[in-house]
Every structure is written in structure tokens, then in C-alpha cells.
Nanobody
């Protein structure tokens, strides 16, 4: 069982920046896939950024050039730095991880953190 805890959400004006953190209960090196998702009111959850084991970060087109996902593989925290925020970025942001054990994928989610961007 892996626990994920997000923090760093809040209210910011358009054009501003926020940084989100996600602390895992295990080292990131033990996770095969890590990602950030978001869900706006009345909309489906959508992928923001994802990193696969031994691969680079992939971003949704809507956040490319503005958001940066990072993490310390030797540690247990992953980050999402969000710059030039827009009102349409308003959503609950979730971190997610998949751990593969004996050919079985176990998916974990954090509780979410609210990001609100005012115009």
C-alpha cells in the first residue's frame, strides 16, 4: 500500500505561479509510473503530466511550456511547478502512482488539492 499526500494548492491570480508537492510513503524509485491529474467542476479527470519508468515527462498540450513535473528518484517527493496560470487551470489536482509487483499494477491516488486561478 502506497500513500500519497498532496500540498501546495491555493488561490492565485492569472499569470501567477504555484508549486504542488506530493509526498509518497515509499521512495519514488519504487514507483513505475507517476503523474499529476486534475478535475474541474463538472468535468472528467484529465491528465496533466506523467512520467514512466526510465522515460521522460509527458505533458498535456494545454500545460506544455507552463508546467514542470519533477521529482527526486532517491527521495519520496514529486512536484508540479505551475507558471503563467490561467483561469481554466482551476481544478482539484491529484497525484497518482502505479507500482508494478509480480506483473500486477497497483494504482494509488492522493486526496487532491484545490487550485483556483482568478481572472
Amino acid at each position: 500500500q502506497v500513500q500519497l499526500v498532496e500540498s501546495g494548492g491555493g488561490l492565485v491570480q492569472a499569470g501567477g505561479s504555484l508549486g504542488l508537492s506530493c509526498v509518497a510513503s515509499v521512495s519514488l524509485s519504487r514507483l513505475n509510473v507517476m503523474g499529476w491529474y486534475r478535475q474541474a467542476p463538472g468535468k472528467e479527470r484529465q491528465l496533466v503530466a506523467v512520467i514512466f519508468e526510465d522515460d521522460g515527462v509527458r505533458y498535456a498540450d494545454s500545460v506544455k511550456g507552463r508546467f514542470t513535473m519533477s521529482g527526486d528518484s532517491a527521495g519520496n517527493t514529486m512536484y508540479l511547478q505551475m507558471n503563467n496560470l490561467k483561469p481554466e487551470d482551476t481544478a482539484v489536482y491529484y497525484c497518482s502512482a502505479i507500482q508494478t509487483i509480480a506483473f500486477t499494477n497497483y494504482e494509488y491516488w492522493g486526496q487532491g488539492t484545490q487550485v483556483t486561478v482568478s481572472s
